[in-house]
């Protein structure tokens, strides 16, 4: 089935019919211009979808229970051009500028008023800052000014999200990197001189030679005639 955010104004209007709504419904819909992705975003408010079809309470239930379906699958967050910001449109000229609200699915009318009046990207967005003045000029219906505005702002959303990103990435890649900590050395751990006494060795100390058995007796012998003569003087 193919999905409501891309039906034009005559199948939503059609598919009001259909649900068992009053064909005035369906007259506001064609004369506001609202396409299916401008109901399902009228949809999101109440109060809003009220106001615009001027709903009794018996056709309000029964459009927002056909509604949630299609509610269920829509993304509001998804924006419906490749366009990632609002940025580049202060560059863009009249041709680029309806060639992209062409594609959003503002009515030909509105591309006729916007040529006319050679409304290039920098007018647009500065008129815009006005409301009732781009409304105005366009000649923007309540379906075609919703898409348009939700549109906006989403790649306004898309754009701060950009500037934050690279904004962390500049502080990273500009902070100074803290040298390594040396590790010091307890002075018990430290490796003690080769002077400390604490470091000799058993085989540092003198050691008694060892005699063959010879040499021990000649060794006896003469300790014993050392301790004659000094018996003798």
Same mark, same amino acid.
């Given at each position: 089935?193919?999905?409501? +955010?891309?039906?034009?104004? #005559? ?58 379906? *299609?509610? #269920? ?29 062409? #594609?959003?699915?503002?009515?030909? +009318? ?24 781009? $409304? ?13 505005? *939700? +549109? ?10 950009? %500037? ?5 990435? #500049? ?11 040396? $590790? ?15 470091? $000799? ?11 063959? $058995? %010879?040499? +021990? ?17």
């Amino acid at each position: 089935m193919q999905s409501m +955010e891309t039906w034009d104004v #005559e199948k939503t209007a059609s598919w009001l019919c259909q649900i068992g709504l009053d064909k005035k419904y369906a007259a506001i819909c064609q004369k506001e211009d609202i396409t299916g992705r401008a109901l399902l975003l009228l949809a999101r408010d109440a109060n809003q979808l009220f106001s615009v079809f001027q709903l009794k309470r018996g056709p309000h239930t029964i459009l927002t229970k056909h509604l949630e379906p *299609h509610l #269920e699958t829509f993304d509001p967050a998804k924006p419906q051009t490749a366009h990632k910001s609002t940025k580049v449109m202060n560059e863009w000229t009249v041709n680029e500028l309806s060639s992209w609200l062409r #594609e959003i699915g503002i009515p030909d +009318e509105s591309l006729t008023e916007a040529e006319e009046e050679e409304i290039n990207g920098l007018a647009f967005l500065l008129m815009r800052e006005t409301e009732t003045e781009l $409304k105005e000029c366009l000649k923007l219906k309540v379906g075609s000014w919703i898409v348009l505005e *939700h +549109e906006l702002l989403l790649l306004e959303k898309e754009q701060r999200s950009g %500037e934050t990103s690279d904004a962390v990435k #500049e502080v990273s890649t500009k902070k100074p990197s803290l040298p390594m900590p040396t $590790k010091r050395m307890d002075d018990s751990k430290a490796p003690l001189s080769a002077e400390d006494p604490s470091t $000799k060795s058993v085989d540092d100390t003198p050691s008694t030679p060892v005699l063959s $058995k %010879e040499e +021990e007796k000649q060794y006896l012998l003469e300790n014993a005639l050392k301790l004659n003569r000094q018996k003798y003087f």
